[in-house]
């Protein structure tokens, strides 16, 4: 049995004040793995005053010390990559294709956030005034256990180049790859304080780094319930915030794409990281006309991946996170049936071989109803909801009833139709014919998706705060 005990503040690791003890299961097993000692409001407080005594220290830091801050943490997980893809294996249950593609992103966002910083221009001239563009002081950054490293890295990664220094509250799932994470951040040879890590709850760590009031904004990836939490916390002291939440992500397939092709994709945009994916497309819109064929070959689709051990190589779905999200999924499962979807593919249980740990049976319905509690509500498990259209006004009706606009997927034979299609949508990000990685791309959402966006040049902005200076060249 493994246990954690202790976080990060001021360069150091110390034991938590905390004295909750949460145990922790593997997911592919179900058997204790980690016991974890949470942090508490006390680590919160000691976390957020380290912030602020090195934010007032390096607030004048220049740009080339903080590029050289960025490069060593870069180089630093980098060169831990194998430790960290096979602590988030075992901790998290993701695929090692999964979990190799979340460690590369974490090591890029301190690179892309190195490029970003390299030729920003922090002084403007606008008309008559001299428009400077300053950092925010201290930030909160709270992280979902999803994507652990690549989370926790891009929030970091943005905050640091932007001229703030952070306080990291990481979910509390992840503590095995956060304390490894922290570990390998800390080889980086920061100045104690510009980062601290503290691994508690959100009713705990989570509040007091949204009511504290030397907290300047905070940054949230995770549901629309908790972000809906935090953004009524932070307006008490008018703390800038960006929320990246939850989606129910549809996926267009227009009647003159090739389904052969579009099938296979649009079922590896409903599975992608084992259905743990707030951009997952679990929504797949199919002409009437072709609705029986494309149902079939959904369900063909759905029924050939390979789902087992995360650490085989051939293992597209590994298990989910812990029994809590296994019964969440059972349960949805269960109430597709209830109200009437045909069940095409999958459906309750663990598959045949699994009888313990948290795997689920990659599904498929059809004949579903935008109305359907299945079409309206995220999941997040590999379950898929095919609904048809009669045409192509239809089809983006239904693409954008929902509460939520993170995502959309469009697939066509036709380009320009595909492009026209998915101006339409109401999504903060839209793959047309295909999966894609842009990492430099905006990525957020519209509606109950969520407030402002990360990564790139658009991320990085959301942790500076414009200052017009008028006057500056008249002299008394």
């Known amino acids: 049995m493994h246990t954690i005990d202790t976080i990060y503040i001021n360069g150091q690791f110390v034991t938590s004040h905390g004295s909750e003890v949460m145990t922790l299961q593997d997911p592919v097993t179900g058997a204790d793995a980690t016991h974890v000692r949470l942090a508490d409001e006390t680590d919160a407080r000691a976390a957020i005053a380290a912030a602020v005594a090195a934010?007032?220290?390096?607030?004048?830091?220049?740009?080339?010390?903080?590029?050289?801050?960025?490069?060593r943490l870069h180089d630093a997980v980098l060169a831990h990559e194998r430790e960290l893809v096979d602590t988030m294996v075992a901790e998290y249950g993701g695929p090692v294709a999964t979990s190799t593609g979340t460690v590369r992103r974490a090591a890029?966002?301190?690179?892309?956030?190195?490029?970003?910083?390299?030729?920003?221009?922090?002084?403007?001239?606008?008309g008559i005034a001299n428009v400077v563009m300053e950092p925010l002081g201290v930030v909160g950054l709270i992280t979902p256990?999803?994507?652990?490293?690549?989370?926790?890295?891009?929030?970091?990664?943005?905050?640091?180049?932007?001229?703030?220094?952070?306080?990291?509250?990481?979910?509390?799932l992840s503590a095995a790859q956060t304390a490894l994470l922290t570990r390998v951040l800390h080889e980086a040879d920061l100045p104690p304080g510009l980062f601290n890590i503290v691994t508690g709850r959100g009713d705990t760590v989570g509040a007091e780094i949204t009511r504290h009031p030397d907290i300047a904004k905070i940054s949230f990836t995770g549901s629309t319930a908790v972000g809906k939490t935090i953004a009524r916390g932070a307006v008490d002291t008018m703390k800038r915030v960006t929320l990246e939440l939850g989606g129910k992500s549809p996926t267009l397939l227009l009647d003159d794409a090739d389904f052969a092709k579009a099938i296979p994709l649009a079922i590896g945009a409903a599975t992608m990281n084992s259905g743990q994916a707030c951009l997952a497309g679990t929504r797949l819109l199919v002409p009437a006309a072709r609705l029986e064929e494309a149902q079939r070959m959904a369900a063909q689709a759905m029924g050939a991946l390979h789902v087992g051990d995360p650490r085989d190589p051939a293992t597209r779905i590994g298990p989910l996170v812990n029994q809590r999200q296994f019964e969440r999924v059972q349960g949805y499962i269960r109430k597709g049936i209830e109200e009437g979807a045909t069940l095409l593919?999958?459906?309750?249980?663990?598959?045949?071989?699994?009888?313990?740990?948290?795997?689920?049976?990659?599904?498929?319905?059809?004949?579903?109803?935008?109305?359907?509690?299945?079409?309206?509500?995220?999941?997040?498990?590999?379950v898929l909801c095919v609904i048809p259209y009669r045409d192509e006004d239809e089809a983006i009706a239904i693409a954008n009833d929902t509460p939520y606009g993170l995502h959309a997927y469009v697939f066509s034979g036709d380009l320009a139709r595909a492009n026209r299609v998915a101006r339409r949508v109401i999504a903060g990000r839209v793959f047309i014919n295909g999966l894609y990685d842009e990492p430099e791309a905006p990525f957020g959402g519209f509606r109950q998706s969520g407030l402002g966006r990360e990564f790139g040049i658009h991320g990085f902005e959301q942790y500076l705060e414009p200052k017009a200076l008028m006057g500056h060249e008249q002299a008394l």
């Open 345 to 382: 593919a999958g459906g309750e249980g663990r598959p045949d071989g699994l009888q313990q740990g948290w795997f689920v049976r990659p599904t498929v319905f059809g004949n579903v109803r935008n109305d359907m509690t299945i079409a309206r509500e995220e999941i997040f498990g590999p």
């Open 108 to 126: 890029n966002a301190f690179a892309s956030a190195r490029r970003i910083l390299g030729s920003y221009a922090f002084e403007r001239r606008i």
């Open 145 to 172: 256990w999803n994507a652990n490293y690549s989370f926790i890295c891009n929030k970091l990664a943005m905050a640091l180049a932007a001229g703030s220094t952070g306080v990291i509250k990481p979910a509390e």
């Open 55 to 71: 934010y007032d220290r390096h607030r004048a830091g220049t740009r080339e010390q903080r590029m050289a801050w960025l490069q």
